[in-house]
């Protein structure tokens, strides 16, 4: 089956998300669509799902056009996609999420047919080497194995067409390899497969025709040959520079050191188990690992947001286990929270108050209780200056900024006060490769200062840009501290659990 | 980490749902009241006994009916504004003007309380306690009012002081429990409620509260000196309480605008997670954003005890506990929205009994009109089908 969308374009309001976009699938290609986040990727792929009418243009199924109401319309005609959140039901195992939606009943009382659903599970998984038991209850099954479930849930459909959007953000090196291969035997058995992503390795390493969208509009084709920089430029707009410029680190005295730390969490599971670990001034520790393993207690218990059950953590010569995150933060901790809409930003609130969040009852933004709102005004502007945050004012909420200027703001608070340690958990996610260097220039700096800076990520480039050493976890545990040249497939095995003897601490 | 997540999610949800509807933009609001207005018009017809007569013989002549609906549409807004406003019927300027400061003698509870509860809303609490609150701080103030006698002002000053304690006391209460247990405030504050009102129930029965040679659970009337002086003498009730219910005003704009009090209040109230990662101690807050909501009901207590009922009974409160919630509501939580919320919905309860005596309409009427301006202002979709508004741009969040 060919997909093509023809001169399709998507307004709302004053805003044109999708600009007279052409594309077309073959059959039994990957076609790669590459884009920062907000160039209109998702809005494309929800118009083409039935999610939005387009304002003009067309969508041609096999050279014929085709209009969908909805996604029932969609996936009727062949077309499937697999969202980046996960559409499953935790509690229900494999073949009734398989089934969901398409139930088929047997015998004289319409029960539902759960045996064809198995069956059908056991068909999909045998034939492309999934292994997945159709009676597993998806909340048991790690990330990887839940993707395979959409995957199955797609092709039990018939999808001709298989949209894959963001597949890889929550998936380990090695899941991600096997997606890769999964994709690949789609191909091969004649499945066109749209991949939307931001990642350009996954892009070269699979994709049999590449095409660039930037703010809403087609902006080139490239070959998978094409190298890393010249797709990141086609993606931005302007030369990127990939790899992050910085000196080796001139470690100074230890400024934080962990010593064997334990969190257990409020349904009594230990979540981070006998950390220990130091971190000196002037260099990067990275945290290595997948999502879930232990990375958030242990920010959080250095914060003061959670209490340890066990251990301490000393900062520069200070106990803070047990401060309040008040007196932490007052102790020159730079905090960067891995969710910044939850934890990093009032959403609601101006730009200028976001950037006084924890600093609002000092000087100069305020005295004996009361604010100064021109002192807080200026000192934004200068912010949103020197941070480059993207703004026509400082008045408006923080809300209605893109990923990459909210972060921004969280930064430009963050680092505006003496630091002694900056903790920035996945600072650099969902951005757009224009403010993912601006971000890692950022925290160059401040290494370069003489601050000592945790870096907690589940992208692996990140880590081997920025670290200076790798700490990896696993199930809440260090597994090892190793030097940034580690070579990808040990790390990866790592995260997997795997202990390594290169132990460099 | 789990529980924490699933935790979060529904508490920020009504959070979410709460800001909308209480800070709902001015054209909303104005529409809301507009529609309202229009609706109890219909109301107001089927109620007039007249219409209704001439209706039965629309089809004959269907004038008849036009005329029955515009006099009573006249009749009834008539009566509003006269009883509200403006009295041309009045003798002389004086009493011309009188149904205006009777507005503002039934705004000013209304006020104080309605900017205690605006706090809460923008603080992400839903404090349904106001009525417990001005029972208690009105029975504070009464035993300082009628148990202690000394001069003009101390004695005036120390009962309001009385309200405010009375007030922040029953706001406490709510506030420790959802701090320390997550005791739902809503839950907590209409219980306590119970609690104040069966309170000073018990308390009238006792000898120390009943007033000499009379049976009714009443109070012994308060000493002159510690009720709020009138502001133009004997002719118009208005009185001290209504200048204390503007300067309230301005402050609750300074505390929430500008002091770092404030900004902690709309933190919590906006993303506690965020303010908590910020340092904030949410709990603490949430303690002080109930003792503050509630020393303000105790304000709106002092207006009733120490302004226009004198003695204590259980209807001490009236239904200004709750008619506040309504106000918070249409002043969309800001101060000065509050205080136009609290004249407009003082001028409803003035104009009560003149729809009663010169339209012949029940009294009831002021209470739909109110309740539907509540209805609409929840409901914002519905105002926004009826006048034909595009929806607000969630599109954009969708795009993104």
New interface residues.
Partial sequence: MKLELRGITKR??D?T?NDKIDLVVEPGTVHALLGE??A?KS?LM?TLFGLYDPDEGEILIDDNPVLFAGPGDAMAAGIAMVHQHFMLVHPFTVAENVMLGHEEYKGPFKLLDLDSARERVREISARFGFNVNPDAVIEDLPVGAQQRVEIIKALSQRAEVLILDEPTAVLTPQETDELLTIVKQLRDSGTAVVLITHKLREVKAIADKITVIRRGKVVGTAEPSASREELASLMVGRAVTMTVDKTPATPGDTVLSVDALSVV???GVT?LHNVSFEVKAGEILAIAGVQ?NGQ??LTEAL?G?VKPAAGSATLDGKVITGL???E???SGLG?V?EDRT????????TIA?NLI??V??RAPY?SK???K?KVVEEEAKKHVEQFDIRTPSVFLTAGSL?GGNQQKVVLARELSRPLKLLIASNPTRGLDVGSIEFVHKRIIQERDSGAAVIIVSAELDEVVALADRIAVMYHGEIVGIVPPDTDRDTLGLMMAGAHTEEDAA | ?S??TTE?APKRDSRNLL?EIAESSTLLIILAIVASLLISGVLILIADPEFREALKYFFDRPADAFQEAISALSAAYGAIWQGAVYNTDGDDFAEKIKPFMQTLTMATPLLFAGLGIGIGFRAGLFNIGAQGQIIIGATLGAMVGFMWHMPFPWHMILAVIGCMLGGALWGFIPGILKAKTGAHEVITTIMLNYIALNLVSWLLSLEAFQREGSDNPQSPVMDETAMYPTLFGGQFQLHLGFILALLAAVFAWWLME????G??F??VG??P?????????VSTITILVMVVAGAFSGLAGSAQILGTQPSLTIGIAGSIGFDAITVALLGASRPLGTVLAAILFGGLKAAGPALQVQAGLPVDIVLVIQSLIVLFIAAPPLVRFIFRLPSP?I??E???
């Fill in positions: 709302f309001g805003f998300a986040n907000g209109g809005t929800n969490d409020d349904l979540q879930g958030t207690e914060l947001a309040t995150i008040d932490v933060l007052e905090f929270p939850e934890d990093g930003l009032v959403g609601t609130f108050n969040l924890d609002y009852d305020s209780g009361v604010l709102p893109s | 980490m529980e924490t979060a800001r500008r002091s770092t009090l900004f902690q709309r933190a906006a993303n997670s965020a303010a908590r990662t910020a340092g904030m101690k741009r599109v954009k969708v795009a993104a």
